[in-house]
């Protein structure tokens, strides 16, 4: 592998990184109604797990109550039995023909809670991002080229993760902002 190769392959795994952390950041929820809360709900349908976005329409009537319309309305009480199973803190309230979920507002405690929970995740990301600059270093080490060419690469490796990093903490305000705002 070439050092061009090793800093492309850095740069898209820092990529990927980056987007787990805005789907994690995601699920974080700040008291608003948000479909995307509903992502990682899976549902039993036919024997294999299901994403819940693929049985159902899920939208937003105000802005704190979710609604899900079912594709299948026999389907009703499996999708309720998933939401309540996925441990997201949210009630279903099923009426026959949708199921509505209100989302209470959150308290002062709750939301720092959550905030923390922001900066585990935003740190646990940073350190994904310093294995793989670990994981570069060491393969552009193993290369059989100069040594100026060998720092050149690490530096680069390094103004990757900074930039990175910088998006990480940018990401970690924006979320902190958006729970701490009433």
Avoid: H, W
């Avoid at 850095?10 to 608003?32: F, P, Q, V």
């Amino acid at each position: 592998m070439e050092k061009d190769e090793i800093l492309l392959e850095t740069e898209s795994k820092m990529e990927k990184a980056l987007e787990n952390l805005d789907n994690r950041l995601r699920n974080i929820r700040a008291g608003r109604a948000n479909p995307s809360m509903l992502d990682s709900v899976k549902v039993d349908y036919y024997g294999s797990l299901t994403p819940l976005n693929q049985l159902a329409t899920i939208s937003v009537p105000e802005a704190r109550k979710l609604q899900i319309k079912a594709f299948d309305k026999t389907y009703l009480s499996e999708i309720e039995k998933a939401i309540y199973e996925a441990n997201l803190g949210l009630t279903p309230n099923n009426t026959g023909d949708l199921i509505f979920i209100s989302i209470p507002e959150l308290t002062e405690e709750r939301r720092k809670e959550f905030v923390k929970q922001a900066k585990t995740i935003a740190e646990e990301a940073k350190i994904n991002l310093r294995n793989i600059r670990q994981e570069s270093n060491n393969a552009i080490k193993k290369l059989e080229i100069n040594e100026d060419e060998e720092k050149s690469s690490i530096n680069k490796v390094q103004e990757l993760i900074n930039c990175f990093n910088k998006k990480v903490d940018e990401r970690l305000e924006e979320k902190e902002k958006e729970l701490m705002t009433i």
